[in-house]
């Protein structure tokens, strides 16, 4: 009796104990599906970290695709500027009846005659002073650079001077007048240097030649207004004529004649023809479009 009240005492007591002790809640008090659907969301923030974490580079990469876009956008504007400026040309033509003067962009200047006309590249000129050039004109060239005048048949090479040229058809002839002008054959490559009061000229075949000029003034009278022929073909005089009157002069033949004299520009056409014909006993009318020329 004594025993069993002790031992009911005993345990009253444990309860007691168990009762008095701090209540702790076990995380395995929580269901199984609980905890699935805990470790389930745990790797999915892990999947998704790792999928940033390789996505990282890539993002980067396409960052700089715009910098990459912008360089060979630049590089193309680049390259394009510099394709203009270096194929853009200029061209400043002389009609029939017209005399111009052509200002270049280093301060040379050219006079250019009736039916002359040059080319130059305006944006390119500081590296490459280079005129293409037919007819006939004046040149006074600024100090700088090589200047190189190149036509069909030659071309002409200088530092700084001035100089007339004519090249028309098959003709080519440098005249002098200060400094030094080398002229160059394009057919054979040949050369020839000169100087103030010389003329150079291509032959057909090519060579250059070379000789003193003693009629200076004559070569350059077109600048005044004023055209000298010495023992020149009449079909060569006729075309001088067309070239600054703006007409046309047709010959009904071969006329095998040499006219010296000279006529100046201020006059009319048609006193310059009644004086030329005059001279060589030619007879000439006016038509619709210029004029006829007839023995």
Known sequence: MKKEDLHNEQWTNDDDLMKSLPKVELPYSRSKADVWKEMEAMMDDLSQTEKEMIQQPQAKVRSLRPVFMSV?????????????????????????GQHL???????????????SVIKYKPFWWRFNREVQFEGEGFFKVQKGKSFEVVSSMGRTIVLGTSF?????????????????????????????????????YIKDNGRVLS????????????LHDMFIFTGADIEDVFEEVERQYGVSIKLNEQMGYQYTGNFSRERSVDDVMYKICRGLGL????????????K
């Open 72 to 96: 060979a956008a630049l590089l193309i504007i680049l390259l394009g500027t510099t394709a203009f400026f270096s194929l853009y040309t200029k061209t400043v033509n002389a009609q029939a």
């Open 283 to 294: 007879d000439f009318e006016k038509t619709s479009y210029g004029y006829k020329v007839s």
């Open 101 to 115: 003067t052509a200002l270049l962009p280093d301060g040379s200047s050219i006079e250019l005659n009736a039916g």
């Open 164 to 200: 007339n040229i004519y090249a028309r058809k098959n003709e080519y002839k440098v005249t002098c007048y200060t400094g030094k002008v080398r002229v160059v054959s394009v057919v054979s490559g040949e050369s020839t240097d000169i100087t103030p009061n010389m003329l150079a």
């Open 211 to 222: 000789e003193e000029e003693a009629q200076m003034s004559e070569t350059i009278s077109w």
